[in-house]
Protein backbone atom coordinates (compact mmCIF):
# COMPACT_ATOMS: atom_id res chain seq x y z
CA UNK A 1 0.00 0.00 0.00
CA UNK A 2 1.61 3.19 -0.61
CA UNK A 3 1.95 6.15 1.10
CA UNK A 4 -0.06 8.49 -0.71
CA UNK A 5 -3.14 5.96 -0.04
CA UNK A 6 -2.21 6.08 3.70
CA UNK A 7 -2.56 9.64 4.36
CA UNK A 8 -5.61 9.54 1.87
CA UNK A 9 -7.49 6.97 4.29
CA UNK A 10 -6.14 9.12 7.46
CA UNK A 11 -7.53 12.17 5.92
CA UNK A 12 -10.66 10.53 5.71
CA UNK A 13 -10.95 9.12 9.44
CA UNK A 14 -10.36 12.84 10.28
CA UNK A 15 -13.43 14.04 8.07
CA UNK A 16 -15.57 11.58 10.18
CA UNK A 17 -15.22 13.58 13.36
CA UNK A 18 -17.07 16.35 11.39
CA UNK A 19 -19.75 14.12 9.66
CA UNK A 20 -21.06 14.24 13.49
CA UNK A 21 -21.84 17.91 13.06
CA UNK A 22 -23.22 17.51 9.63
CA UNK A 23 -26.16 15.90 11.33
CA UNK A 24 -25.89 17.95 14.08
CA UNK A 25 -26.90 21.16 12.05
CA UNK A 26 -29.33 19.31 10.54
CA UNK A 27 -31.25 18.85 13.52
CA UNK A 28 -30.83 21.91 14.42
CA UNK A 29 -32.06 23.46 10.94
CA UNK A 30 -35.21 21.79 12.15
CA UNK A 31 -35.24 22.89 15.70
CA UNK A 32 -34.86 26.72 14.31
CA UNK A 33 -37.94 25.55 11.67
CA UNK A 34 -39.91 24.47 14.68
CA UNK A 35 -38.81 27.66 16.90
CA UNK A 36 -39.88 30.18 14.18
CA UNK A 37 -43.16 28.96 13.98
CA UNK A 38 -43.58 28.88 17.57
CA UNK A 39 -42.18 32.53 18.01
CA UNK A 40 -44.65 33.30 14.63
CA UNK A 41 -47.94 31.82 16.47
CA UNK A 42 -46.41 33.81 20.11
CA UNK A 43 -46.57 37.46 18.52
CA UNK A 44 -49.29 36.76 16.92
CA UNK A 45 -51.59 35.56 19.50
CA UNK A 46 -49.99 37.68 22.06
CA UNK A 47 -50.66 40.93 19.89
CA UNK A 48 -54.17 40.09 18.37
CA UNK A 49 -55.75 37.09 20.73
CA UNK A 50 -54.53 38.76 23.94
CA UNK A 51 -54.29 42.22 22.91
CA UNK A 52 -51.21 43.09 24.48
CA UNK A 53 -49.02 45.95 22.32
CA UNK A 54 -45.65 44.38 21.39
CA UNK A 55 -43.56 46.57 19.26
CA UNK A 56 -43.80 44.15 15.92
CA UNK A 57 -41.70 45.82 13.17
CA UNK A 58 -38.46 44.85 15.05
CA UNK A 59 -39.53 41.41 16.10
CA UNK A 60 -40.49 40.67 12.47
CA UNK A 61 -37.34 41.89 10.90
CA UNK A 62 -35.68 39.36 13.43
CA UNK A 63 -37.52 36.78 12.63
CA UNK A 64 -37.12 37.23 8.96
CA UNK A 65 -33.55 37.38 8.83
CA UNK A 66 -32.99 33.70 10.89
CA UNK A 67 -35.51 32.78 8.02
CA UNK A 68 -33.07 33.45 5.65
CA UNK A 69 -30.07 32.29 7.56
CA UNK A 70 -31.94 29.38 7.81
CA UNK A 71 -32.77 29.08 4.00
CA UNK A 72 -28.65 29.59 4.04
CA UNK A 73 -28.35 27.13 6.67
CA UNK A 74 -29.98 24.16 4.43
CA UNK A 75 -28.04 25.19 1.54
CA UNK A 76 -24.75 24.02 3.39
CA UNK A 77 -26.56 21.27 4.62
CA UNK A 78 -26.88 20.28 0.89
CA UNK A 79 -23.25 21.55 -0.23
CA UNK A 80 -21.24 20.83 2.24
CA UNK A 81 -20.82 16.87 3.59
CA UNK A 82 -18.97 17.76 6.19
CA UNK A 83 -19.10 20.74 9.04
CA UNK A 84 -16.53 22.37 11.10
CA UNK A 85 -16.72 22.78 15.04
CA UNK A 86 -15.72 26.71 14.59
CA UNK A 87 -19.25 26.85 12.02
CA UNK A 88 -22.26 24.89 14.10
CA UNK A 89 -20.37 27.57 16.75
CA UNK A 90 -21.03 29.93 14.73
CA UNK A 91 -24.54 28.85 13.82
CA UNK A 92 -25.37 28.70 17.98
CA UNK A 93 -24.18 32.22 18.47
CA UNK A 94 -26.75 33.50 15.24
CA UNK A 95 -29.76 31.74 17.12
CA UNK A 96 -28.61 33.27 20.98
CA UNK A 97 -27.85 36.96 19.36
CA UNK A 98 -31.85 36.40 18.33
CA UNK A 99 -33.18 35.19 21.02
CA UNK A 100 -31.69 37.75 23.04
CA UNK A 101 -32.84 40.79 20.30
CA UNK A 102 -36.64 39.11 20.32
CA UNK A 103 -36.20 39.09 24.18
CA UNK A 104 -34.72 42.83 24.11
CA UNK A 105 -37.58 44.18 22.49
CA UNK A 106 -40.69 42.33 24.88
CA UNK A 107 -39.29 42.64 28.18
CA UNK A 108 -35.79 41.39 28.65
CA UNK A 109 -35.56 38.90 31.74
CA UNK A 110 -38.97 39.96 32.83
CA UNK A 111 -40.37 37.46 29.78
CA UNK A 112 -40.80 34.42 30.98
CA UNK A 113 -39.09 32.83 27.54
CA UNK A 114 -35.29 34.11 28.90
CA UNK A 115 -34.92 30.82 29.71
CA UNK A 116 -34.38 29.39 26.55
CA UNK A 117 -30.98 30.53 26.48
CA UNK A 118 -30.48 27.16 28.35
CA UNK A 119 -31.00 25.42 25.08
CA UNK A 120 -28.53 26.80 23.35
CA UNK A 121 -26.34 25.74 26.23
CA UNK A 122 -27.92 22.23 25.95
CA UNK A 123 -27.12 21.90 22.37
CA UNK A 124 -23.13 23.15 22.67
CA UNK A 125 -22.57 20.69 25.56
CA UNK A 126 -24.14 17.66 23.57
CA UNK A 127 -22.66 18.71 19.63
CA UNK A 128 -19.42 20.31 20.36
CA UNK A 129 -15.60 20.70 22.88
CA UNK A 130 -15.29 21.33 26.11
CA UNK A 131 -14.26 25.06 25.30
CA UNK A 132 -16.92 25.73 22.70
CA UNK A 133 -19.64 25.03 25.59
CA UNK A 134 -18.38 27.33 28.13
CA UNK A 135 -17.80 30.15 25.93
CA UNK A 136 -21.61 29.64 25.12
CA UNK A 137 -22.32 28.91 28.78
CA UNK A 138 -20.37 32.64 29.56
CA UNK A 139 -21.86 34.46 26.38
CA UNK A 140 -25.30 33.23 27.25
CA UNK A 141 -25.20 34.45 31.00
CA UNK A 142 -23.76 37.72 29.29
CA UNK A 143 -27.00 38.34 27.42
CA UNK A 144 -29.40 37.53 30.33
CA UNK A 145 -27.55 39.37 32.50
CA UNK A 146 -27.11 42.21 30.09
CA UNK A 147 -31.58 42.02 29.54
CA UNK A 148 -32.27 42.68 32.97
CA UNK A 149 -31.27 45.99 32.95
CA UNK A 150 -31.23 46.63 29.21
CA UNK A 151 -34.39 46.23 27.09
CA UNK A 152 -37.35 47.36 26.08
CA UNK A 153 -40.23 48.11 28.40
CA UNK A 154 -43.19 46.06 28.62
CA UNK A 155 -46.07 48.67 29.83
CA UNK A 156 -48.27 44.99 30.42
CA UNK A 157 -45.85 43.82 32.91
CA UNK A 158 -45.27 47.14 34.58
CA UNK A 159 -48.77 47.43 35.14
CA UNK A 160 -49.36 43.51 36.14
CA UNK A 161 -46.36 43.58 38.45
CA UNK A 162 -45.42 45.95 40.56
CA UNK A 163 -43.43 46.14 43.93
CA UNK A 164 -40.21 44.18 44.70
CA UNK A 165 -41.62 41.12 44.81
CA UNK A 166 -41.78 40.90 41.14
CA UNK A 167 -38.05 42.28 41.21
CA UNK A 168 -36.99 39.39 43.40
CA UNK A 169 -38.69 37.19 41.31
CA UNK A 170 -36.70 38.42 37.92
CA UNK A 171 -33.44 38.50 40.03
CA UNK A 172 -34.42 34.25 40.88
CA UNK A 173 -34.76 33.65 37.56
CA UNK A 174 -31.62 35.19 36.61
CA UNK A 175 -30.13 33.58 39.44
CA UNK A 176 -31.65 30.17 38.44
CA UNK A 177 -30.57 30.64 34.42
CA UNK A 178 -26.93 31.14 35.71
CA UNK A 179 -26.93 27.71 37.79
CA UNK A 180 -28.82 25.92 35.32
CA UNK A 181 -26.50 26.86 32.80
CA UNK A 182 -23.50 26.07 34.92
CA UNK A 183 -24.72 22.43 36.06
CA UNK A 184 -25.70 21.82 32.27
CA UNK A 185 -22.50 22.56 30.65
CA UNK A 186 -20.80 20.68 33.48
CA UNK A 187 -22.29 17.53 33.16
CA UNK A 188 -23.04 17.45 29.80
CA UNK A 189 -19.55 17.77 28.82
CA UNK A 190 -18.54 15.04 31.20
CA UNK A 191 -21.00 12.54 30.22
CA UNK A 192 -20.23 13.74 26.30
CA UNK A 193 -16.24 13.71 26.93
CA UNK A 194 -17.11 10.13 28.13
CA UNK A 195 -18.92 8.78 25.12
CA UNK A 196 -15.92 10.26 22.88
CA UNK A 197 -13.68 8.43 24.62
CA UNK A 198 -15.57 5.21 24.38
CA UNK A 199 -16.15 5.91 21.15
CA UNK A 200 -12.34 6.26 20.57
CA UNK A 201 -11.69 3.40 22.51
CA UNK A 202 -14.00 1.45 20.19
CA UNK A 203 -12.61 2.38 17.28
CA UNK A 204 -9.42 1.26 18.26
CA UNK A 205 -10.88 -2.04 19.52
CA UNK A 206 -12.02 -2.24 16.08
CA UNK A 207 -8.51 -1.78 14.40
CA UNK A 208 -6.70 -4.31 16.59
CA UNK A 209 -9.40 -6.83 16.09
CA UNK A 210 -8.68 -6.73 12.45
CA UNK A 211 -5.30 -6.77 12.34
CA UNK A 212 -5.50 -9.97 14.97
CA UNK A 213 -7.75 -11.18 12.05
CA UNK A 214 -5.04 -10.88 9.99
CA UNK A 215 -2.18 -12.01 12.53
CA UNK A 216 -4.12 -15.25 12.81
CA UNK A 217 -4.69 -15.81 8.80
CA UNK A 218 -1.20 -15.16 8.82
CA UNK A 219 -0.27 -17.50 11.70
CA UNK A 220 -1.88 -20.28 9.90
CA UNK A 221 -0.62 -19.59 6.68
CA UNK A 222 2.93 -19.20 7.05
CA UNK A 223 3.16 -22.41 9.07
CA UNK A 224 3.75 -24.92 5.74
CA UNK A 225 6.51 -22.68 4.27
CA UNK A 226 8.21 -22.96 7.57
CA UNK A 227 8.10 -26.87 7.72
CA UNK A 228 9.30 -26.46 3.76
CA UNK A 229 12.26 -24.34 5.51
CA UNK A 230 13.20 -26.33 8.17
CA UNK A 231 12.98 -29.35 5.64
CA UNK A 232 15.48 -27.75 3.12
CA UNK A 233 17.56 -26.13 6.11
CA UNK A 234 18.74 -29.71 6.96
CA UNK A 235 20.48 -29.92 3.60
CA UNK A 236 22.44 -26.75 3.81
CA UNK A 237 25.99 -26.55 6.15
CA UNK A 238 25.68 -27.27 9.16
CA UNK A 239 26.84 -23.76 10.91
CA UNK A 240 24.38 -22.28 8.45
CA UNK A 241 21.99 -24.92 9.22
CA UNK A 242 21.76 -24.05 12.80
CA UNK A 243 21.81 -20.39 12.19
CA UNK A 244 18.42 -20.94 9.93
CA UNK A 245 17.52 -23.54 11.99
CA UNK A 246 16.97 -20.97 14.96
CA UNK A 247 15.47 -18.23 12.71
CA UNK A 248 12.77 -20.49 11.70
CA UNK A 249 12.48 -21.67 15.71
CA UNK A 250 11.92 -17.87 16.35
CA UNK A 251 9.54 -17.48 13.94
CA UNK A 252 7.63 -20.85 15.17
CA UNK A 253 7.50 -18.97 18.72
CA UNK A 254 6.27 -15.79 17.50
CA UNK A 255 3.55 -17.76 15.65
CA UNK A 256 2.56 -19.55 18.64
CA UNK A 257 2.00 -16.08 20.53
CA UNK A 258 0.13 -14.88 17.99
CA UNK A 259 -1.92 -18.03 18.01
CA UNK A 260 -2.28 -18.42 21.66
CA UNK A 261 -2.91 -14.43 22.47
CA UNK A 262 -6.59 -14.21 21.38
CA UNK A 263 -6.72 -10.65 21.67
CA UNK A 264 -4.83 -7.70 23.60
CA UNK A 265 -5.78 -8.64 27.18
CA UNK A 266 -2.79 -9.08 29.34
CA UNK A 267 -0.60 -12.43 29.22
CA UNK A 268 -1.57 -15.43 30.86
CA UNK A 269 0.51 -16.38 33.71
CA UNK A 270 2.52 -13.01 33.60
CA UNK A 271 4.24 -13.55 37.39
CA UNK A 272 4.73 -10.25 39.24
CA UNK A 273 8.33 -9.15 39.07
CA UNK A 274 10.31 -5.54 40.29
CA UNK A 275 9.87 -3.04 37.53
CA UNK A 276 13.39 -2.42 37.27
CA UNK A 277 14.05 -6.15 36.93
CA UNK A 278 11.20 -6.13 33.94
CA UNK A 279 13.25 -3.34 31.90
CA UNK A 280 16.75 -5.39 32.29
CA UNK A 281 15.06 -8.47 31.23
CA UNK A 282 13.66 -6.96 28.56
CA UNK A 283 16.95 -5.12 27.56
CA UNK A 284 18.97 -8.00 28.07
CA UNK A 285 16.32 -10.04 26.08
CA UNK A 286 16.81 -7.25 23.13
CA UNK A 287 20.74 -7.49 23.20
CA UNK A 288 20.83 -10.86 22.70
CA UNK A 289 18.52 -10.45 19.23
CA UNK A 290 20.54 -7.66 18.36
CA UNK A 291 24.75 -8.11 19.59
CA UNK A 292 25.98 -5.76 17.31
CA UNK A 293 23.51 -2.70 17.96
CA UNK A 294 25.30 -0.20 21.04
CA UNK A 295 22.65 0.63 23.66
CA UNK A 296 23.14 2.92 26.15
CA UNK A 297 20.95 2.14 29.07
CA UNK A 298 20.17 4.28 32.31
CA UNK A 299 17.93 3.40 34.43
CA UNK A 300 16.52 4.82 37.74
CA UNK A 301 13.11 5.61 39.65
CA UNK A 302 11.61 5.79 43.15
CA UNK A 303 11.41 2.84 45.52
CA UNK A 304 10.64 -0.82 43.13
CA UNK A 305 7.09 -0.76 42.60
CA UNK A 306 5.98 -5.25 41.19
CA UNK A 307 4.21 -5.15 38.24
CA UNK A 308 2.75 -8.12 36.04
CA UNK A 309 5.30 -9.05 33.38
CA UNK A 310 3.22 -8.32 30.58
CA UNK A 311 4.35 -9.69 27.00
CA UNK A 312 2.04 -6.52 25.19
CA UNK A 313 3.93 -3.97 26.97
CA UNK A 314 7.49 -6.07 26.69
CA UNK A 315 6.99 -6.12 23.06
CA UNK A 316 6.10 -2.35 22.31
CA UNK A 317 9.65 -1.50 23.91
CA UNK A 318 11.32 -3.95 22.09
CA UNK A 319 9.16 -2.72 18.48
CA UNK A 320 10.48 0.87 19.39
CA UNK A 321 13.99 -0.71 20.15
CA UNK A 322 13.95 -2.45 16.97
CA UNK A 323 12.81 0.84 14.81
CA UNK A 324 15.55 2.63 16.75
CA UNK A 325 18.26 0.44 15.48
CA UNK A 326 17.22 0.29 12.02
CA UNK A 327 17.26 4.15 11.93
CA UNK A 328 20.67 4.23 14.18
CA UNK A 329 22.84 1.00 13.79
CA UNK A 330 25.84 2.77 15.52
CA UNK A 331 24.12 4.30 18.57
CA UNK A 332 20.74 3.85 20.41
CA UNK A 333 20.01 5.02 23.94
CA UNK A 334 17.05 3.95 26.50
CA UNK A 335 16.17 6.05 29.41
CA UNK A 336 13.64 4.92 32.09
CA UNK A 337 12.68 6.75 35.27
CA UNK A 338 9.34 6.24 37.49
CA UNK A 339 7.65 8.41 40.14
CA UNK A 340 5.00 6.27 42.50
CA UNK A 341 2.37 7.19 40.12
CA UNK A 342 4.40 7.36 36.35
CA UNK A 343 6.58 5.48 34.17
CA UNK A 344 8.34 7.58 31.75
CA UNK A 345 10.88 5.60 29.26
CA UNK A 346 12.48 7.70 26.22
CA UNK A 347 14.22 5.66 23.53
CA UNK A 348 16.22 7.65 21.15
CA UNK A 349 18.13 7.34 17.84
CA UNK A 350 20.86 9.77 15.79
CA UNK A 351 19.22 8.90 12.62
CA UNK A 352 17.66 11.29 9.72
CA UNK A 353 14.94 11.82 11.29
CA UNK A 354 11.17 11.38 10.49
CA UNK A 355 9.64 13.17 7.68
CA UNK A 356 7.01 16.08 8.78
CA UNK A 357 4.57 15.08 6.51
CA UNK A 358 3.92 11.62 7.82
CA UNK A 359 5.19 11.99 11.55
CA UNK A 360 1.99 12.88 12.89
CA UNK A 361 0.17 9.78 10.87
CA UNK A 362 2.97 7.03 12.45
CA UNK A 363 1.51 4.50 14.73
CA UNK A 364 -2.28 5.90 13.73
CA UNK A 365 -2.66 4.07 10.52
CA UNK A 366 -2.36 0.85 9.81
CA UNK A 367 0.30 0.03 7.04
CA UNK A 368 2.22 3.50 7.25
CA UNK A 369 5.67 3.40 7.40
CA UNK A 370 9.13 5.14 6.57
CA UNK A 371 11.38 1.55 6.27
CA UNK A 372 10.96 0.40 2.81
CA UNK A 373 10.28 -3.73 3.05
CA UNK A 374 8.26 -2.43 6.80
CA UNK A 375 4.93 -3.33 6.80
CA UNK A 376 3.54 -0.60 9.32
CA UNK A 377 2.24 -2.61 11.82
CA UNK A 378 4.71 -2.44 14.71
CA UNK A 379 4.50 1.17 15.60
CA UNK A 380 0.84 0.87 15.43
CA UNK A 381 0.60 -2.04 17.87
CA UNK A 382 2.80 0.18 20.26
CA UNK A 383 0.65 2.79 20.22
CA UNK A 384 -2.72 0.63 20.57
CA UNK A 385 -0.83 -1.45 23.57
CA UNK A 386 0.29 2.04 25.74
CA UNK A 387 -3.27 3.58 24.68
CA UNK A 388 -4.91 0.57 26.58
CA UNK A 389 -2.54 1.04 29.57
CA UNK A 390 -4.11 4.74 29.89
CA UNK A 391 -0.31 5.65 28.54
CA UNK A 392 0.66 8.12 25.93
CA UNK A 393 3.52 7.10 22.88
CA UNK A 394 5.14 10.52 21.85
CA UNK A 395 7.20 10.92 18.69
CA UNK A 396 10.08 13.70 18.68
CA UNK A 397 12.09 14.29 15.42
CA UNK A 398 14.86 16.74 14.18
CA UNK A 399 15.66 16.09 10.82
CA UNK A 400 19.45 15.05 10.59
CA UNK A 401 19.58 14.93 14.58
CA UNK A 402 17.28 11.71 14.86
CA UNK A 403 14.21 10.85 16.76
CA UNK A 404 12.98 10.13 20.39
CA UNK A 405 10.03 7.86 21.36
CA UNK A 406 8.50 9.10 24.60
CA UNK A 407 5.89 6.52 26.82
CA UNK A 408 4.55 7.91 29.79
CA UNK A 409 2.10 5.48 31.53
CA UNK A 410 0.25 5.10 34.71
CA UNK A 411 2.44 2.65 37.08
CA UNK A 412 -1.12 1.76 38.49
CA UNK A 413 -2.09 -0.16 35.49
CA UNK A 414 0.91 -2.30 35.75
CA UNK A 415 1.11 -2.49 39.06
CA UNK A 416 0.04 -5.67 41.25
Not at 18 to 46: D, F, S, T
Not at 69 to 98: G, P, S, Y
Request: proline letters at 4%.
Amino acid sequence: MSQGLLAGSWLECARMSKLLNHKNLKLLWWMRNVALIGQAAAILIVSSVLRIPLPEMPLWIILTTIALLNVFTWWRIEAAKTITDHEFLMQLLVDIVALAGLLYFTGGATNPFASLFILQVIIAAIALPPLYTWMIAAITVALYTSLMFWNVEMPYFLHHHIGDFFSLHVQGMWLSFIFLAGIVAWFVVQMNTTIRRQNALLAEAEKMAAVGTLAANAAHELGTPLATMAVLAEDCEQETAHKFSEQIQRCKQILSRITAAGGVARAEGGAPMGLSDFLNQTIEDWKQLHPAIPLAVQISGTGQPRIVAEHGFEQAITNLLDNAADASPQSVRLEADWTASTLNIRIQDNGAGLPETIQPLLGEVVGLTTKPDGMGLGLFLTRSVITRLEGKLTLTSIAGKGTTAHITLPLRRLTV
